[in-house]
């Protein structure tokens, strides 16, 4: 089956820093990736929809600034929580389409998550 | 607009017993309807999903679940539930609102099965 890469999986920074989340399809071409947010006992909160070659989509009341999508290849996206803080603390999940063929009918492969700490 | 609803936080089961999990939905247009399963401190997992064709939709480690049109439901269904079985089940609906390409997440169902 398709297999996504999350990484890594657990990551703790300071305060200011920032943090950057890899997300790869490792048997599939994902022209479309898609970062959510998941907070403890909640569902996913979708962040932004990531789109191979331009920018990506940002669902509303998502700081484009603070949370930088890059999308360069068919199968990386990249997450990067600028100047995080504590309250950016928690479980970072991406997911892809697989676009290597025609006719996708909507089941989405996930990455195991990131669980980032900010102190 | 398009919805999903879980209207349990919980279900319990005991190992053996038959489980539902239950997941009502509101599009507009056909539905395109999924289940994932998460288990804990991970990403989740496709487990099965309903385009069109048959109203009974088999997918992975023994799951299947119904599509009634007319109670708008998509019901996550086991004949005999396991203890490995424990995890947070999600349903989804494809969004075709918006280009096609985001998925709707209900809130999530804890299943718990005991021994």
């Known amino acids: 089956g398709a297999v996504v890469s999350q990484h890594p999986s657990r990551v703790i920074c300071k305060s200011g820093t920032s943090v950057k989340i890899e997300c790869r399809s490792l048997?599939?071409?994902?022209?479309?990736m898609f970062w959510y947010r998941q907070f403890p006992k909640q569902s996913l909160m979708l962040m932004a929809t990531?789109?191979?070659?331009?920018?990506?989509?940002?669902e509303q009341g998502v700081e484009k600034d603070k949370f930088l999508i890059n999308h360069a290849s068919l199968t990386l996206s990249t997450l990067t929580v600028t100047s995080a803080h504590p309250e950016d603390s928690s479980f970072y999940i991406c997911s892809a389409r697989d676009s290597t063929s025609g006719g996708w009918t909507g089941e989405l492969f996930f990455g195991e998550g990131s669980r980032l700490t900010v102190l | 607009a398009q919805s999903v609803a879980q209207p349990e936080d919980q279900v319990n089961v005991a190992e053996g017993n038959p489980l539902t999990v239950k997941c009502t939905y509101s599009?507009?247009?056909?539905?395109?309807l999924f289940w994932y399963v998460q288990y804990p401190n991970r990403g989740l997992q496709f487990l099965l999903k309903y385009i069109t064709g048959d109203n009974l939709v088999k997918g992975s480690y023994g799951f299947e679940a119904e599509f009634n049109k007319s109670q708008t439901s998509f019901h996550l269904k086991k004949p005999s539930a396991l203890v490995s079985d424990s995890a947070l089940y999600f349903c989804a609906v494809r969004d075709i609102t918006t280009g096609g390409f985001k998925t709707i997440f209900g809130a999530g169902t804890r299943l718990f099965v005991k021994a």
């Open positions: 599009v507009s247009g056909n539905p395109y």
């Open positions: 990531s789109n191979e070659g331009s920018k990506a989509t940002y």
């Open positions: 048997d599939f071409q994902a022209t479309t």
